[in-house]
């Protein structure tokens, strides 16, 4: 697990190629707010966005936001950070699309490097091939400026020929993949899990969601302000779960002291990863800001059994 944790539930995309939406933009909150370059901008269009993002970039990160990101192009790498150069302090992070090999992050870092980024600027890899899945060991230990996998699965489910279903196990093995190289390799912003293509359909979102949080995803990408709200929502853990991480913290304090090392709660037993289980439930629920103080209050009376 990382020791430095990036709080990224929520990636939004929001095409550059649009003056109006980067607009909207400004009143969002989400975790990752990800002005778009690539996908969601036609290529007669790329020139254009350019030149709107680099306008809407002179400003400040809009209040909303916790991490403020541009997803470049893969063929256009030079181009596209040179365009957003002027306004690198005010950038947290870069994702970088069609990432396949070391090289592919390599090149981006001489970039930013020739450009003077400041040194804590992120780079978020899309995993969206075979081969991309099969080299993430090689990914994920290029550069420590690494902080994060995402799954991209349209382009992923293309390169294997794979038809998309509800169920989502064709993507079994690239998720599982992602997620356990992400932990791995310590990235502080975990793995990111697939798009809902279907950005009306909240109870699908929801399924999605709670598919990916069983599976160890961090978070998931949107493309609608519609879906931020769910996904945030669903990737924090359960009231249950967090009056769960509580009791077991408050009762490990008090087996400590009796130099238990193991003990029984609920008819449970406990020991050391589940009482890490439960400081990581709690620590989750702290960077995004929740107040525990009630919870605590009540369940400060408990002990080990």
């Known amino acids: 697990m990382a020791t430095t944790t990036i709080l990224r539930r929520a990636l939004l995309y929001v095409p550059s190629s649009s003056p109006k939406m980067l607009n909207k933009a400004q009143g969002i909150k989400v975790d990752c707010l990800t002005y778009d370059l690539e996908d969601s901008v036609t290529p007669t269009e790329k020139p254009n966005a350019r030149k709107y993002l680099g306008e809407v970039l002179k400003g ?58 400041p040194p804590q600027t992120r780079l978020i890899a899309l995993i969206e091939s075979a081969l991309g899945v099969l080299s993430l060991d090689k990914i994920c230990t290029t550069t420590p400026l690494l ?39 310590n990235l502080a912003g975990g793995a990111m899990d697939l798009v809902c ?42 009231s249950e779960r967090v009056r769960w991480a509580v009791r077991i913290l408050t009762a490990d304090r008090r087996a400590r002291e009796l130099g238990k090392g193991s003990w029984g709660l609920g008819g449970k037993m406990v020991d050391r990863p589940v009482v890490e289980a439960a400081r990581a439930v709690v620590g989750k629920m702290e960077l995004a800001g929740v107040d525990l103080e009630r919870v605590w209050e009540e369940e400060k009376g408990t002990v080990p059994e």
Request: aromatic share 6%.
């Open 197 to 238: 293509t279907d950005y009306r359909d909240t109870a699908a979102l929801e399924r999605e969601c709670e598919n990916g949080v069983q599976m160890g995803f961090r978070g998931k990408q949107c493309i609608h302000p519609s879906q931020v709200e769910v996904v945030e929502r669903m990737f924090l853990p359960s």
């Open 147 to 185: 902080t994060g996998l995402i799954f991209a699965a349209e382009d992923f489910a293309l390169d294997l020929s794979l038809t998309r279903t509800p169920s989502l196990t064709e993507f079994l093995f690239a998720r599982q993949s992602i997620v356990t190289a992400a932990c791995a390799y």
């Open 60 to 117: 400040p990160k809009p209040p909303g936001v916790k991490e403020l990101a541009v997803r470049i192009n893969a063929d256009t790498k030079d181009e596209d950070i040179a365009a957003i150069a002027h306004a690198k302090h005010n950038i947290d992070a870069l994702v970088i699309p069609k990432v396949n090999s070391s090289s592919d992050l390599q090149h981006v870092t001489q970039l930013l490097t020739h450009h003077q980024f």
